[in-house]
Structure formats: C-alpha cells, structure tokens
C-alpha cells in the first residue's frame, strides 16, 4: 500500500484549532474558458486563494487534466477534486474530496461509487479526504439535488443537519461540507452551519449560492471553516478579491481576539 500524504487535511485541523478561515474557487470545467484561465489563476494566488476544487456534479466537457496541469503550472494552489461520480478522478490532482452523500438515502453515493474508485485511488498520490456532504434546500432544485436523487437537509431543520454531521465523523469521516449547490437560490442558513459547527470537531466546508462578502462573512461568523465560490466568480470578476478580503479580515480579527 502505498503511504499517503495528509497535508491538507492536516492543514485544515490546525486551521480550524486556530480559528483560521479559509477560501476555495469551484472550477466547473464546463464553465471554464481555457483562453482566460491563466489570468484567473495568477488572480487567485494574488488574492490569497487557498484551494482550487475541480469538478462538479454534472460535467459534459473532459477538461480536468487539463485544468489541474493550468493549475500546477500557474499557482502553487492545491487542486482538490470535487468529484460527482467516480469517472471525475483525475490523479494528476493533489486531492480528492472522497464525498459519501450522507444527507441522501443513494446507495450508489454512500459507498457504491466509491468501491469502484477505491483501487484507482488506492494506485494514485492523491491524498483522500473522506468528505461528509451534505446537501441542504435552498429555495429551487438544483442540479447536484437532480442528478443525485437526494431530498436535502431542509432548511429549517438545524437539529437534522446536526445528528447527520455527528453520525458522518462518528463512523470516521474527516471534514464536512454543507452545500446548498450550485448557483443556489438562498445560501445555507447561519443555524444550520453553526449547529454543524458546534456538534462536530471536524472542519466545516460551506458552499452554494455565496455571492456576496457578506453572505461569505456570515458563513465564517456562523462557523465555517472554508467557504467555497464558484458561480459567483463567474459572474462577477470583482467578488474574488472581494471574498478574499473578507476572509483576511476574519483572520486578522481571529487574531486580535486571541
Ligand atoms: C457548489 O459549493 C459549491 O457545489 C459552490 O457553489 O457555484 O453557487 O458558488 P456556487
């Protein structure tokens, strides 16, 4: 077997003891525009950007390799898998989010997809991150809510999200993520992220519907250890280094507190 490194997890435990936030782009390769790619990389890492997430739950166009090959060419940036099923594994990447769907009843997003990935995975340098993800309502059905057969969390139901992320560390997984998917109506509301938050040791992943610093402010405040923007970049250009202040700020206020 071969050793496996456990830098980012690692990493995101003794952020998460320090109070330290930080900030992920969802890269959608089929959103992608490969032409300006490189300047929105070299924006990223002049912002601060911490991890890049490759994939996303439905993908047409085959552009991972390509995308983490930019990514390793223009940013020391960890490219982190965010795979929708076991055909988004690309080993070339540093990481994969190994996501099991624990707010779904879907065998197939449990743990069928994962032993089909398993002896790939077992071959490849990719660090895992055993990832508990959980969708959770946000005013529309969105496409990850389709395409993987899952009801979400309501968003009402603190106390749902709460037992779902306590039973996930329970039976071992590492991080969590609270998604309301992508380009969703309402982000997750504050009482569920903190409800997660306070229930587990585990960092908190949150993402869906962020489009604004304040709505990524709120995230952090409420207990969010990364907070995840995809859609929003793609509209509008301004709210990277917008997210990326805002995240420093909470950082630097960390500090002070300390
Ligand atoms: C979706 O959490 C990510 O899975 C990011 O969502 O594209 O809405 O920012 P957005």
Known sequence: MQPKNNKIAALLQKKRVEQKKSFAVLLDPDKVD?????????????????????????????????????IHAHTDIPAILFPGNS?????????????????????ELLIGQHVIAAPLLRQS??????????????????????????IPIPYDKPSVAACT?????????????LDAGSGAQYAVPEAIISAVSTATDTPLIVGGGIDSGEKAYAALKAGADVVVIGNGIERNPLLLPEIAQCVKAFNQKSVKVV
Do not use: W
């Open 34 to 70: 490969f032409a300006s790619f490189p300047e929105l990389l070299e924006k990223a890492m002049a912002c601060g950007v911490d991890f890049f997430f490759v994939g996303g739950s439905l993908v047409t166009r085959y552009a991972i390799d390509q995308m983490v090959a930019a």
């Open 87 to 107: 055909l988004h594994i690309e080993p070339s990447a540093d990481a994969i989010l190994l996501l099991s769907l624990i707010s779904g009843r879907n065998p």
């Open 125 to 150: 340098k990719l660090e895992i991150l055993p990832t508990g993800y959980m969708l959770v309502e946000s005013g529309k059905l969105t496409t990850v809510s389709y395409i993987s057969g899952t």
């Open 165 to 177: 992320a306590m039973a996930g560390e329970m039976l071992g997984l590492k991080l969590m993520y």
